[in-house]
């Protein structure tokens, strides 16, 4: 996204951010539920950006991760545990399951990988169902609490929308420092060319199975966050469909892009909402809309500002080039 | 043991089902790396084109036809022109999410235009039993199976004995030697997307009857297609046909011995293993890896 000036690109952050905290505070209860709804979005489909986008691996089981996060949280919170304490539980169990489920990813890769997950996550989906002693079947859990947090009740919509915002910057946060440490450049190395990474001594294995746990670690708090947003949970949202709308959220968006999810998850959660005055017909136009999205970009909805900015780029390199050529000639 | 060869019939005609529907998958992946994640839909769809010629007034075999016509070319050369062609030089995986969108129209669509109802299909084979080896067999049974195994003689025959055939495999091995020696390479692909078609509107045919046409079939048919492609190798039909087989009978015995469940987990738990140790499928051909 460089192209912009430093400046303009902190002031346009500053304006995004103050929107995001001001707009909303005359929202009714839906449009709240909504907006929160596309901050834990945006947060599970940051963690598969940073397995799928970042280090290459396919992934068809975030869903399934939400879901052990949600089911993780709304078990403990039932039982009157603090919320910080189910995410922090939420986050260690899905970076263990994470990290098993990267070692079919040292054996195969690209579409037999997807498969091996789309597996796991149905599997997934199963035991929330059948274990029922556990998760409550097909009843579900109700009744998750909303947490306290300093004194004060996030019981409302509103209060309970700063929580997942907030949530939502600390994980942004991480992450951006993530792709900037060495961990990041190895992710990267590691989807560009896996022979040649290990050849320059990075531990292939090692950072494949980071990446799944990494990733699969944020799509547990997504769903820590998620319990509580909806205070009642049920196996259905977390079956294979979620997993493949969250991919359909990062390679929209734009995979390997920092701010793919942000956008892929808007399009996904927002603009099915938007299309809800044609009633019968919004998830189909929503449908249509992502088809044409992907044939105008495959590389998503950033990957045409990429291609924007790199145009102009080249354009003015040009452009220097013709004049430095000029000026050379006068002077001669 | 009547109950294990009941089952066993049973198994066998779901998994030549599965069988069709997991070939045309492989087509598509082998011509022109599609990963159709919409192809349970396209299975799901032909029942109500059929239905919906039936509702205009046609007998059921100008339906039946129709259907076919109209599969081929919205499910063949629809899908082929407006989303593949534009799509594959791109790579793999925008393609595969543009087919799962595909799929969310598909079954909106349906239920939109047709009905979110499940609706009774008639059946192309009358009902009733038969006796073999003194066990009772549906006529339902024996006519899916004899069905499937007619289009994959056929299928096979064409690919392995006609000039054709092996013109459509050279273009799916190496479309740029392929194209040197002559073959038009663009009509192969454009052919096995029609041949796709044309095997998911007969799948459609023989087990609507069973399961109801319904806009949300298409979900674990799909999967059950996709399961049995990679189990018997991604990269031949008859690894297709041999996975779709096996999981006809694995999913029909694990029904009955498995507690039910966790039925739908055995098939999962058996792509597991598969993919692990033998990724390039029971009866595929290990694909090399490029620097």
């Known amino acids: 996204m460089s192209g912009f000036g430093k400046p303009l690109k902190i002031a346009l952050g500053l304006v995004v951010i103050a929107g995001l905290i001001v707009v909303p505070m005359n929202f009714n209860r839906y449009g709240l539920f909504i907006l929160s709804q596309w901050a834990v979005m945006t947060i599970a489909a940051m963690g598969l950006n940073l397995t799928l986008g970042y280090a290459g691996q396919v992934s068809l089981a975030q869903g399934a991760f939400v879901g052990i996060g949600a089911y993780a949280a709304a078990i403990m919170t039932t039982h009157g545990w603090p919320l910080p304490a189910a995410i922090v539980v939420a986050i260690v169990l899905s970076f263990a399951v994470g990290w098993v489920l990267g070692y079919p990813a040292l054996r195969v890769q690209h579409h037999y990988l997807a498969f091996v997950t789309l597996a796991f996550s149905t599997l997934a989906f199963l035991v929330f169902r059948n274990e029922s002693w556990l998760t409550g079947g097909i009843y579900g859990i109700s009744n998750i609490p909303r947490p306290n947090f300093f004194g004060i009740a996030t019981n409302k919509p509103l209060p309970f929308y700063y929580v997942c915002l907030g949530s939502l910057a600390i994980v942004s946060a991480a992450v951006w420092w993530l792709i900037r440490s060495p961990w990041g450049r190895a992710f990267m190395a590691l989807r560009e060319n896996p022979l040649r990474a290990q050849s320059l001594g990075i531990d292939t294995r090692r950072y494949t199975l980071m990446a799944f746990a990494i990733g699969s670690a944020l799509g547990g708090v997504a769903g820590a966050l998620y319990a509580p947003l909806t205070q009642y949970i049920d196996p259905v949202p977390f079956n294979l469909s979620l997993s493949l709308d969250l991919l359909m959220m990062v390679i929209v968006g734009g995979a390997g892009f920092y701010f793919g999810p942000f956008l892929g998850a808007m399009i996904a959660v927002l603009l099915p909402e938007w299309l809800r005055f044609t009633e019968g017909y919004y998830l189909m136009l929503y449908a249509v809309a992502v088809m044409l999205l992907l044939i105008w970009s495959p590389t998503g909805i950033l990957g045409i500002v990429d291609r924007y900015l790199a145009e102009r780029r080249t354009k003015a390199a040009s452009a220097l080039r013709a004049v430095a050529k000029s000026r050379l000639e006068t002077a001669q | 043991m009547s109950n294990l060869f009941d089952l066993l019939v049973a198994g066998l005609a779901t998994g030549a089902i599965y069988a069709l529907v997991a070939v045309g998958f492989t087509l598509l992946w082998q011509t022109s790396q599609t990963i159709n994640f919409a192809q349970g839909e396209f299975v799901m769809l032909p029942a109500f084109l059929m239905l919906a010629a039936m509702h205009a007034g046609a007998p059921f075999w100008l339906a039946i036809i129709l259907g076919m016509l109209l599969s081929m070319i919205l499910l063949g050369l629809g899908f082929k022109l407006l989303?593949?062609?534009?799509?594959?030089?791109?790579?793999?995986?925008?393609?595969?999410?543009?087919?799962?969108?595909?799929?969310?129209?598909?079954?909106?669509?349906?239920?939109?235009?047709?009905?979110?109802?499940?609706?009774?299909?008639?059946?192309?084979?009358?009902?009733?039993?038969?006796?073999?080896?003194?066990?009772?067999?549906?006529?339902?049974?024996?006519?899916?199976?004899?069905?499937?195994?007619?289009?994959?003689?056929?299928?096979?025959?064409?690919?392995?004995?006609?000039?054709?055939?092996?013109?459509?495999?050279?273009?799916?091995?190496?479309?740029?030697?392929?194209?040197?020696?002559?073959?038009?390479?663009?009509?192969?692909?454009?052919?096995?997307?029609?041949?796709?078609?044309?095997?998911?509107?007969?799948?459609?045919?023989?087990?609507?009857?069973?399961?109801?046409?319904?806009?949300?079939?298409?979900?674990?048919?799909?999967q059950a297609a996709f399961i049995a492609a990679i189990v018997g190798g991604f990269n031949q039909v008859r690894g297709a046909i041999a996975g779709g087989l096996l999981i006809g009978v694995l999913d029909n015995l694990a029904a009955s011995y498995v507690s039910t469940q966790y039925r739908a987990a055995v098939p999962l738990i058996f792509l597991i293993v598969v993919i692990l140790f033998r990724p390039q499928g029971l009866l595929g051909r290990a694909e090399e890896r490029t620097v």
């Not at chain 2, 939109?112 to 067999?137: K, N």
């Not at chain 2, 299928?155 to 073959?183: E, F």
């Open chain 2, 83 to 222: 989303l593949v062609d534009p799509m594959m030089r791109h790579g793999v995986l925008p393609l595969a999410i543009a087919t799962m969108a595909l799929a969310i129209g598909i079954k909106e669509a349906v239920k939109q235009f047709f009905s979110a109802e499940a609706s009774p299909f008639p059946s192309i084979v009358p009902t009733g039993d038969v006796s073999i080896l003194g066990h009772a067999v549906s006529l339902q049974s024996i006519g899916v199976l004899v069905v499937a195994i007619l289009a994959v003689v056929g299928l096979t025959t064409l690919l392995n004995r006609t000039s054709l055939g092996h013109q459509m495999q050279a273009a799916a091995q190496n479309p740029t030697v392929a194209r040197i020696i002559g073959v038009p390479v663009e009509r192969m692909i454009l052919l096995t997307f029609l041949i796709n078609a044309v095997l998911v509107a007969l799948a459609s045919l023989l087990i609507t009857p069973i399961y109801l046409a319904k806009f949300s079939s298409g979900e674990v048919l799909g």
